[in-house]
């Protein structure tokens, strides 16, 4: 059973940070795969916003998010990061980790939720101004 664990969230003031981890098990971690985190605000559409590749380590970011944010992993602790730096209100949200099955062939830095597997339960972000 692959299970996505996400943790650190956390309510904080606007300029602040955070990092967020997403531990993966029930799969092999040094297969191909896709790792990306999505948000969720309030009465909005989940959005993708960061993602990295298990092999290589390519990322792609959002725009709202690619100067301020850092994704990151550790293969032998199969944890993935989200470093968030400077915070703002709009960055407010219930942060999902999520993986994709085994992939052959190149890992294309996809931040649509279609090409995702398995989602983790959440953690929830609250930015105050």
């Known amino acids: 059973q692959v299970l996505l664990v996400e943790s650190g969230g956390d309510s904080v003031q606007a300029g602040g940070s955070l990092r967020l981890s997403c531990t993966v098990s029930?799969?092999?971690?040094?297969?191909?795969?896709?790792v990306g985190w999505f948000r969720q605000a309030p009465g909005k559409e989940r959005e993708g916003i960061a993602t990295i590749s298990t092999d290589r380590g390519g990322t792609r970011y959002d725009d709202n998010v690619r100067d301020r944010f850092t994704i990151s992993q550790d293969r032998a602790k199969r944890t993935v990061y989200l470093q968030m730096n400077n915070l703002k209100p709009e960055d407010t949200g219930l942060y999902y980790c999520a993986a994709s099955r085994e992939i052959v062939g190149f890992v294309s830095p996809s931040l649509s939720h279609l090409s995702y597997d398995y989602w983790g339960q959440g953690t929830q972000v609250t930015v105050s101004s």
């Open positions: 029930g799969v092999t971690y040094t297969e191909k795969r896709r």
